[in-house]
């Protein structure tokens, strides 16, 4: 089942927050997989035995492994993220509380814009597809997440960039 499926159904006032987490592990899971062949991709290339320096100024083998230890982090991080996310117990909120991570928000700017976000403890920058609309996933780690930790149904935050919004809804 694709991620776009799961969600089709769904009306956007009544998301279901455990299928947002199956989605978001099965983006972080896809990026995974690719991170995995990435490294061993530049594992392969590093000990290769035409990477081996012939000269001095011969980095290539040297620029493989640096890639590789990078792809490694990349994919313990992932991993990381992952095992957060599968332990996560999700709290549906009351229009009345306070934001805190498991929230499923939507924000309004002054110009109309609206945003559906979903504050979860990883997976930060992916968009989950709602129909024409998508519920994009935040951390506390960033900007807007730290912002919106405390705040309430019709309590306006505004960015270091300036950017104001009104929560609008919580669940």
């Given at each position: 089942?694709?991620?776009?499926?799961?969600?089709?159904?769904?009306?956007?006032?009544?998301?279901?927050?455990?299928?947002?987490?199956?989605?978001?592990?099965?983006?972080?899971?896809?990026?995974?997989?690719?991170?995995?062949?990435?490294?061993?991709?530049?594992?392969?290339?590093?000990?290769?035995?035409?990477?081996?320096?012939?000269?001095?100024?011969?980095?290539?083998?040297?620029?493989?492994?640096?890639?590789?230890?990078?792809?490694?982090?990349?994919?313990?991080?992932?991993?990381?993220?992952?095992?957060?996310?599968?332990?996560?117990?999700?709290?549906?909120?009351?229009?009345?509380?306070?934001?805190?991570?498991?929230?499923?928000l939507t924000?309004?700017?002054?110009?109309?814009?609206?945003?559906?976000?979903?504050?979860?403890?990883?997976?930060?920058?992916?968009?989950?597809?709602l129909g024409?609309?998508?519920?994009?996933?935040?951390?506390?780690?960033?900007?807007?997440?730290?912002?919106?930790?405390?705040?309430?149904?019709?309590?306006?935050?505004?960015?270091?960039?300036?950017?104001?919004?009104?929560?609008?809804?919580?669940?």
């Amino acid at each position: 089942m694709g991620l776009t499926s799961i969600y089709m159904s769904a009306p956007t006032h009544a998301m279901n927050k455990h299928h947002l987490r199956q989605a978001i592990i099965q983006n972080l899971q896809q990026t995974l997989a690719s991170a995995v062949q990435a490294a061993q991709q530049a594992h392969d290339a590093a000990t290769h035995e035409q990477s081996k320096a012939e000269t001095q100024y011969d980095t290539l083998g040297l620029e493989s492994a640096y890639l590789a230890a990078g792809q490694s982090r990349r994919i313990d991080e992932m991993t990381l993220a992952i095992s957060q996310l599968q332990n996560w117990s999700i709290k549906d909120f009351n229009e009345d509380e306070e934001i805190y991570l498991g929230a499923l928000l939507t924000l309004n700017a002054p110009n109309q814009q609206t945003l559906r976000l979903f504050l979860a403890p990883a997976g930060g920058g992916i968009s989950i597809p709602l129909g024409a609309d998508a519920i994009k996933v935040i951390t506390p780690q960033t900007p807007l997440g730290r912002a919106l930790l405390g705040l309430g149904v019709e309590d306006t935050v505004t960015l270091p960039n300036g950017a104001s919004y009104e929560v609008s809804h919580l669940q």
